[in-house]
């Protein structure tokens, strides 16, 4: 039924750029004509590939999902006099050590602020100009200030609710509970087809978990593991009459007739299921990095993440949009012991992936961003801190202008400052909507009704002729 | 498209019978004697039978059904199954999670070490792997796709004791469970107020302490909302044949409520808190019905649905008990819930016939009774849209008997669980666990699904998910509502998932044991639940008869002769090694698609 050995996918060479990249056999800017269309085999293309990289040549986000929520103003701490004095009073005895923080400043503005002890990869890419912060930033369904939080404003359900919260950054739609698509899974809805030449790779790619964020109309994210890549069928063409009778037993059911709709239905998933996952490994494994990775969970999912990105011609995909999920930031017990673990996995991870980015030659073409369900009280509980809201992100890459701040932090982080509704939890001053309209408009999505079919409530904070709401993606 | 006829498939204006039945290429069986057949076609139609109305048949249970259909005739010995099931008493899930947790010699169900999910799944695979409540365990396991709640909420997953109750949070997803196994073979109104007051709902629908309006606040309409659209009427109209009814001036869907009605239900639903705490209190209890404080109830009138009036004043449960009582009443409830059962059980496509006759069991189970489970059960699983689709052909010539399905329109796939369980079950499983249970655990890895696993209150999949592809296109027959096939269980077989279940497979089969750990007050430990192939085991010196023996007992008689002749080659070609030769085929049959699509 199907061909699964046909050599069908032809790339448009767009003339090799880079040293780097005739080394490599991959990169960003375009593909090398003989060595990675080889590893073509086992993808049932079948559509042409003419256009599989656009004008606009090669994009790729990638987003960390930082679960149970990232106390991340312990990870960015004001440093001015007045503004760290302030962070103690909130704090109290989760407040870090002035003299522990590494200093980092904000080129825009020149205030001064303190990147947690554990995260000197990232106070280096900082003052590199590669890395930068935006900051305080929530779901909202309209502005909140002080004011109106307490008469009139639409809040979102469930605020300081992982389950709600989590699902708010993913849906960019915080007044419901029965949203089932993701923001970047329409965002795939409108795209993939003009990006996306794989007939069986979403260009939504999940380390480990299905998820709703890459989830869209039609679009499913292709989920692969941080270690093996895709699930192949195990056994499948191997040796020893137990997998030649699994092989040959599946050829033969796979491509029998089905007049009935469901059996062929299920025999052409299967088929695609084989051979996507071939292809997706073949494409990958021969994307050889000399960066090392930490053996860490996000260390592995990154590593995975830059093998697909380095294969993204194989895999005839000119946007990619990758989901890496790790857990453990619901700090409520032991925060300053665990925390500072976390965030250290969090910087020798992001150090690693950009060296492998630099080593592929597209550190401008992919943007690295973290989210979390939401910061956490700056008020103490004992020896951790509690659900909140507004919070701090980290974004790296795609060309920003880094060593500077985005969003607007908190002028002041002292118990009843204007933002705080109690116990130091902050109404976010930047909306998770304007927030993704920045990455969705970088990606290629324009300022128009397509962006509002993603992002619905955006138009209660960014106006039709905006190019970059944060003016961080330029 | 709703509204705009079609044309039909020939075959339905030439045959003038009820089922529009398309036999498929068939399976075939040799039955030298009259009494081969007879018996044979008991064992089909018991083995199709127990994958309906179980979590799959062994053997023995085929066998012991087969006697029945011999002695009785088809439908009189499966309505005697069903009565017999009716007669047993439940299984209940949570009894079982602490008297596993007892077992494992923790000394509290929240001692150190106690994981809060592993005996919830645990006590759920047990349970619909042992115990003889098959029916009950099915038709929970359909109700838990219709009224879903998931470990996804706020307490679900903690492990503390509730003040007013002393019982462990984690298990209060498990408690809703057991409400819906209690309610399986009573009456939907009463689940519908059970699943209303329940705490576990009341979270994940956040309708637990959720206040009348101030000045500035409106009730949160969530569950005001959802307990309309995927509990009771839906978002359409509908005829009682489960056709969506059509504006004739606009051709438009006829919405069943409004933001209005939303409001009124919203409404409705204020005032209810945990037991044993104040209102607004988040001092959980997930063990006792929610219970009402009055003045934080919306004591104005609401206007419901056809008219109803609840008058002002009224207190709380007064008025949630006539809401519920109005939509019970509803002419939509009936076909709706209807269809979704059907879809569990049965297909992803029932008839108008088949919906219409479903609809007039729930409105009337014969004694005026409406709402009645029993009755809708006895007349989803005894339908001739579920016995008669399922064709046995006796070829005089050849001796043998023929076996076809009915086509595209009277399939499903089966869910990845169905699938996982009805394999364990064909195989007697045994465990050297330390305490004796078949603790699968967490098995959505591989499955995409599992129990308190759904993403959403929309379950797994959607009842009216359309996979790409040739379905979108194809042409219905008239018996087909509103001429659209639907295939939910495809939103989860996506092309991930379908490896990983086939690799699943692979690995129990290569080794006949699936390979687990667990964990007791002493530590992990490693442990196998052990399936026995030796009956096609001993088979293996004939091929084709050991894929006509798998054939019965992991597809029904339908893998078509073509696919059976092909394989009983390479099984020949490959190795004459039995153990080899009958796992290779077991795996085979496991992931084809005539036995994973249920016909």
């Known amino acids: ?474 | 498209m709703l509204g705009r006829a079609r044309p039909w498939a020939a075959c339905c204006l030439m045959l003038l019978i009820s089922v529009c039945a398309v036999p498929s290429q068939a399976g075939s069986f040799p039955v030298p004697t009259r009494q081969e057949q007879s018996r044979l076609q008991a064992e089909l139609q018991a083995a199709r039978f127990l994958t309906h109305a179980t979590f799959g048949p062994s053997s023995a249970d085929i066998q012991s059904l087969a006697n029945q259909i011999e002695k009785l005739g088809q439908v009189p010995a499966l309505e005697a199954w069903i009565d017999e099931q009716f007669g047993l008493p439940g299984s209940y899930h949570e009894p079982l999670a602490k008297q596993m947790i007892s077992d494992a010699g923790y000394t509290s169900p929240v001692a150190d070490g106690v994981s809060t999910s592993r005996y919830r799944d645990d006590a759920w695979w047990h349970t619909v792997l042992t115990a003889p409540d098959q029916l009950r365990q099915r038709m929970a396991w359909a109700l838990s796709q219709i009224f879903v709640i998931s470990q996804h909420g706020d307490g679900f997953n903690s492990r503390a004791l509730e003040d007013a109750t002393g019982e462990p949070m984690y298990l209060g997803i498990v408690h809703y469970y057991d409400m819906l196994l209690g309610n399986a073979f009573g009456n939907y109104r009463s689940l519908l107020g059970d699943v209303s007051l329940h705490p576990v709902m009341g979270v994940f629908l956040s309708h637990v302490n959720n206040a009348k309006a101030t000045a500035t606040t409106e009730p949160d309409e969530n569950y005001g909302r959802e307990v309309q659209q995927l509990f009771s009427i839906g978002l359409y109209e509908l005829k009682e044949t489960g056709e969506i009814k059509v504006n004739k001036k606009t051709g438009e869907p006829i919405p069943t409520y409004d933001n209005e009605d939303i409001r009124s239900f919203a409404r409705v639903f204020t005032g209810l808190h945990y037991a044993g705490a104040n209102f607004g209190q988040n001092r959980r209890n997930f063990h006792a019905p929610m219970v009402m404080a009055e003045d934080k109830h919306d004591t104005e009138a609401k206007t419901l649905h056809n008219g109803t009036v609840l008058p002002a004043g009224q207190s709380g449960m007064d008025d949630i008990n006539a809401a519920l009582d109005n939509l019970f009443a509803h002419a939509n409830t009936g076909p709706f819930i209807a269809r979704l059962l059907i879809q569990r059980f049965i297909k992803s496509n029932p008839s108008k016939n088949y919906i219409r006759d479903v609809a007039r069991s729930f409105a009337d189970n014969g004694a005026g009774v409406r709402g009645d489970f029993r009755s809708v059960l006895k007349t989803i699983l005894l339908h001739t849209e579920a016995l008669d689709t399922y064709n046995l052909r006796l070829m005089k010539k050849t001796k043998t008997l023929e076996v076809s399905g009915s086509g595209t329109e009277h399939s499903r796939l089966q869910e990845p669980v169905l699938r996982y369980a009805a394999f364990l079950r064909a195989f007697n499983p045994t465990t050297d666990h330390r305490q004796g249970y078949l603790a699968i655990g967490d098995m959505s890895r591989w499955l995409n699904q599992q129990v308190y696993r759904a993403h959403h209150v929309f379950n797994f999949y959607l009842p009216n998910h359309v996979p790409a592809g040739e379905l979108q296109t194809y042409r219905t027959s008239r018996q087909v509502p509103n001429y659209q096939l639907y295939a939910p269980e495809f939103e989860i077989m996506t092309s991930v998932a379908a490896n990983r279940i086939a690799n699943r497979f692979r690995s129990d089969v290569q080794d006949a044991d699936v390979d687990l750990s667990s964990r007791d007050a002493t530590g992990s430990y490693g442990f196998d639940v052990f399936l026995d192939f030796s009956e096609a085991e001993a088979l293996a010196g004939d091929p084709p008869a050991l894929l006509r023996h798998l054939n019965l007992m992991l597809c029904r008689g339908l893998l078509e002769d073509p696919a059976l002749e092909k394989l009983a080659v390479i099984l020949a070609q490959e190795t004459a090694d039995p153990t080899t030769r009958s796992r290779g085929a077991i795996l085979a049959l496991l992931t084809a698609p005539d036995c994973a699509v249920h016909e």
């Open chain 1, 1 to 474: 039924m199907k061909n699964r050995n046909r050599h069908t996918a032809k790339l448009a060479p767009q003339g090799v750029t880079r040293r780097d990249f005739l080394r490599m056999g991959g990169g960003c800017m375009a593909m090398s004509q003989t060595a990675l269309l080889s590893t073509l085999v086992n993808m049932s293309m079948t559509r042409s590939a003419l256009a599989a990289v656009p004008a606009e040549g090669y994009k790729a986000m990638v987003c960390l999902f930082l679960h149970g929520g990232n106390d991340s103003f312990n990870m960015l701490i004001p440093n001015d006099d007045a503004a760290y004095n302030d962070y103690v009073a909130a704090r109290g005895n989760l407040a870090h050590a002035r003299a522990d923080l590494l200093g980092i400043t904000d080129a825009a503005d020149g205030r001064q602020y303190g990147l947690h002890a554990s995260m000197p990869e990232l106070a280096a890419l900082y003052n590199d100009g590669k890395l930068s912060f935006v900051n305080n930033v929530g779901s909202l369904i309209e502005p909140v200030n002080a004011a109106n939080y307490r008469n009139g404003a639409q809040l979102p359900l469930g605020l300081f609710s992982h389950s709600d919260q989590q699902r708010h950054w993913q849906t960019s739609v915080p007044q419901s509970r029965t949203q089932i698509t993701g923001w970047a899974g329409r965002m795939a809805d409108y795209l993939n087809d003009s990006v996306n030449q794989n007939p069986v790779i979403s260009m939504n790619l999940a380390i480990d978990h299905l998820n709703i964020l890459q989830t869209g109309d039609s679009i499913v994210p292709y989920v692969v593991d941080d270690r093996n890549g895709a699930e192949v069928l195990t056994g499948y063409g191997g040796n020893g009459a137990f997998n030649r009778i699994l092989t040959q037993s599946t050829d033969s059911l796979l491509s029998e007739t089905y007049s009935n709709l469901l059996k062929s239905g299920l025999a052409q998933t299967q088929r695609r299921s084989i051979d996507a996952a071939v292809g997706y490994n073949t494409a990958t494994n021969a994307v050889n990095l000399t960066t090392v990775f930490p053996d860490t969970s996000i260390g592995r999912a990154l590593h995975q993440v830059a093998k697909a990105i380095g294969a993204h011609g194989p895999l005839q995909q000119s946007r990619q949009m990758f989901l890496v999920e790790r857990g453990g930031f619901d700090n409520h017990d032991g925060l300053l012991t665990v925390h500072p673990m976390l965030l250290s996995e969090i910087s020798q991870a992001l150090k690693a992936f950009h060296d492998a980015l630099v080593e592929l030659g597209c550190l401008d073409d992919v943007v690295t961003f973290t989210i979390s369900d939401f910061a956490r009280t700056l008020n103490s509980n004992g020896n951790g801190s509690d659900h909140a809201w507004g919070g701090n992100q980290i974004v790296m890459g795609g060309g920003l202008q880094g060593g500077r701040m985005y969003g607007h932090f908190p002028d002041s982080l002292a118990p009843g400052n204007p933002l705080d509704i109690g116990r130091g939890r902050l109404i976010p001053t930047t909306s998770v909507d304007e927030f993704n309209a920045e990455l969705a408009m970088w990606f290629g999505v324009p300022n128009d009704g397509t962006l509002v079919d993603i992002l619905p409530n955006i138009r209660n904070f960014v106006a039709s002729d905006v190019t970059a709401p944060l003016g961080m993606l330029l």
